[in-house]
């Protein structure tokens, strides 16, 4: 089984509103990532997490949170963003080795009013 | 530091034609390299790897990819193109750690 499911699908929210993506892999992946994909581009690497502990953030803005209760789920809180913050969102998971693959999951389209 | 070039933002093949999709890396260290498709409102889907060994890397689909060192190129082809072949493709290095670095995208079109 290779495969990441991501929920919700679509999500719509306002600029004042707080919301949850939600990741999960059950390929024993001890390596798993947010990355947040705008129209046409390639996807943009936000955090890591390496055997649960949070590994890379990078720069991003404190409205993303991200939380990893276990091995096999991954967690994006969402407060307060902006439209800008409209994106396709991708979860990914790997083994810990370099050449091992990403496996990602069909993402969470983000629409920010 | 690494970095990966994809020369032609837009590709346009005919249905039946060669597809030829570039990838040009630098890296310090030996790479790993992969080619990824991305259909539209998709999530990334694996084409295929190099890692060691073999520079010829056959994959899904009918694509294969060749490791050329020298060239520190990684071009991705089809012999003959199909219509389901059509969406976004992106080359990544790898060399240590977790950290994928992606090429801007190349986007194919079939033309029927």
């Known amino acids: 089984d290779t495969e990441v499911t991501q929920t919700p699908k679509h999500l719509v929210m306002g600029m004042t509103n707080k919301k949850s993506l939600k990741c999960e892999q059950h390929?024993?992946?001890?390596?798993m990532y947010w990355y947040k994909q705008k129209a046409k581009k390639p996807p943009e690497l936000m955090f890591v997490?390496?055997?649960?502990?949070?590994?890379i953030n990078e720069s991003v803005p404190s409205r993303f949170s991200p939380e990893c209760p276990n091995s096999s789920l991954l967690n994006l809180h969402l407060h307060a963003l902006q439209p800008e913050d409209s994106a396709l969102y991708l979860c990914?998971?790997?083994?810990?080795?370099?050449?091992?693959?990403?496996?990602f999951g069909p993402g969470t389209r983000l629409t920010v009013l | 530091a690494q970095s990966v070039t994809q020369l032609g933002s837009h590709v346009s093949v005919s249905e039946g034609a060669l597809v030829l999709l570039r990838c040009n890396y630098s890296s310090s260290v030996p790479p790993y390299l992969f080619w990824y498709v991305q259909y539209p409102n998709q999530g990334l889907q694996l084409l295929l790897k190099?890692?060691?060994?073999?520079?010829l890397v056959k994959g899904i689909n009918g694509f294969e990819a060749e490791f050329k060192k020298s060239e520190t190129s990684f071009h991705l082809t089809k012999p003959s193109a199909h219509m389901s072949d059509a969406a976004e493709y992106f080359c990544a290095v790898k060399s240590t750690g977790n950290q994928f670095y992606f090429g801007t995208g190349t986007s194919l079109t079939v033309i029927p």
């Open positions: 190099y890692t060691t060994g073999a520079t």
């Open positions: 390929m024993g992946h001890r390596a």
């Open positions: 990914a998971s790997s083994q810990e080795m370099p050449a091992d693959t990403q496996y």
């Open positions: 997490y390496s055997y649960e502990k949070l590994s």
